[in-house]
């Protein structure tokens, strides 16, 4: 199994005041899809430039494949490309042009260099746009040309920066479904920031989940679910009534964290619900209870978020989310 | 870096009128300012018609505004994540940093090419030397190149696009009025007549005028190695405020 990315002890204090991160520790596998998770203001971005050599941090270490992010930096440029949370594309010169310039800065040989950028343009769904100037784009296919850039290196690693920020739900999917065959052809490690419970879920292998510059929890998305043990078995009984010690039986039990009556709805919370189910299910046939219908509830990545990051708010990113949005549609160059 | 002069050249493709607005001033200053002045009489410019005195240093004026805001690009790819972007690139930073100086160069010289001919409707008196032109030119980029690394510097320490405007005029002004684009220093009180023998612009307005305009090219070389020195101390500073930029 190769190691990706490796960080050990990293700190970062922003001119002597911010201390954006606090000692992070992180190992992310090679091939794997990687979701860093995190609050506003909790360090995602700062993390994510030092690991593609922007700064350098103020104490600690971090490797991509092995190479050091401060002393072979240049090597490591080499194998990563990044999309920052910004927007990264000129706005006055056509789709197809701002890739030319990025395969010229990034020196492809001029050999062969047409059919790249044409191929990562037909990749992303923009060929029938490509030479139309990118004023003209949706934010979604502003979003899609900067993963077309970034993948004409055939990275090893690509770091997004929230890359699906300030998208609607079609385009959000459309660009990660756009990724995830971009992934299995080249088998690339992706690492992402996002706040974005729901595509952590859904397309990650690896959750890490950092709040005010410390990494508080990792592992994937069913781990994180099932480290909130919380789970609540939900009972609807045909009879009001339940005998005492039928909820003291149930009580009694080691997994079991507390029991809620109230009518005809008999709640239990429980560590690990698919297990619990068929225990409780046996007392309450034994002693007789019938059951109407059974619902279970399973922590979601929210609840897991809440959890280790605290209740701060999720969905608005608030100004900087509005800022961003307007960056992303504005006339851009002046 | 010649990817960076692309880049230029593929905008002014698509537009052109930025280059156009910026030449109006410039011709003002000719087309108004100069013509009213040659009439007057009243400045000692060693036998040349007046209009064609001040036509180098309108013209360095305007190409030098047009490096200056170009520290102005590095601000809004700052705000977007163009710059970031650039960092991570595979190439020499140094090379980003220099081809965008550069790139900025291209855009000064488009602007000569378009004041140039405006001048001579006028009735401005060129030297037609292609040699003496091309130094010219030359000279001119060299020059842009310099100040577009101030303007870098001035990136640096000016967070938005507001206050980078303001601290632009307030620079570009003073230098073309203590310099000798529109009258001989001789003409300033004292402690002027040193800030303009500090002013890379007295140069650079003495080189051109040589080759252009008078024909007398005696100081042609202390004046370019007064533009190299500047250039290189530019360059140097540039560089270090640069990694502030990043943060
Ligand atoms: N260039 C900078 N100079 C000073 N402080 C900074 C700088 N960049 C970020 N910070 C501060 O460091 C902390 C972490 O910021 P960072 O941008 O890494 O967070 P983030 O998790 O990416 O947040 P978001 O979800 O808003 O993008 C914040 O308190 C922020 O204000
Ligand atoms: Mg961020």
Partial sequence: MTIAIEVNGLVKVYSGKVRALDGVNLKVKAGDVFALLGPNGSGKTTLMRILTTQFKPTSGEASIFGL????????????????PQEMSVWTDISGYENLLIYAKIYGLPSTGRTKVIREAL???GLDSVADNLVKTYSGGMIRRLEMACAMLIRPRILFLDEPTLGLDPTARKVVWEKLVSFKKEFDTTVFFNTHYMDEADIYSDEIAIIDRGRMVKFGTADELKHSIKKEVIQFIL????????VLKMIRSMDFVSYVIISNSELNVVVKDAETAL???????????????????????????????????????GGIREIKQIRSMSGKGYI | MFAMIELELRRLKHDRTEIYTRAIQPILWLAVYGTVMSHVKAIPTDGIPYLDYITPGVLLQSTIFVSVFYGLTIVWERETGILKKLLVAPASRYATVIGRSVASG????????????????????????????????????LVSGG??????????????????????????????????????????????QYFAYFNPLTYAV????????????????????????????????????????IE
């Fill in chain 2, 147 to 192: 100040f577009a690394a101030i303007s870098i510097l001035i990136a640096s320490l000016m967070k938005t696009r507001e206050r980078f405007m303001g601290i632009g005029q307030a620079i570009i002004m003073p230098l073309f009025f203590v310099s000798n684009s529109l009258y001989p220093i001789k003409l300033m009180p004292t402690v002027l």
């Fill in chain 2, 206 to 245: 003495d080189a051109v005028r040589g080759l252009l305009i008078s024909g007398d090219i005696r100081n042609l070389l202390p004046d370019i190695a007064a533009i190299v020195i500047f250039d290189v101390a530019m360059f140097a500073v540039a560089s270090i405020s640069f990694s502030k930029i």
């Fill in chain 1, 278 to 316: 068929p225990v409780v299910m046996e007392i309450l046939r034994n002693e007789g209870v019938s059951v109407k219908k059974i619902s279970m509830t399973r922590p979601t990545l929210d609840d897991v978020f809440l959890k280790y990051a605290g209740a701060i708010s999720l969905q608005g």
């Fill in chain 1, 238 to 245: 045909t009879n009001h009534i339940v005998a005492e010690n």
């Fill in chain 2, 106 to 141: 291209v855009r000064a010289i488009f602007q000569v090419l378009i004041i140039i001919p405006v001048a001579l409707l006028i009735g401005v008196d060129f030297i037609f030397n292609p040699l003496y032109f091309l130094t010219a030119i030359l000279i001119i980029f």
């Fill in chain 1, 122 to 124: 037909e990749g992303m």
């Fill in chain 1, 68 to 83: 050091d992010v401060i002393r072979r930096d240049a090597e490591v440029r080499k194998v990563i490309s990044y999309v």
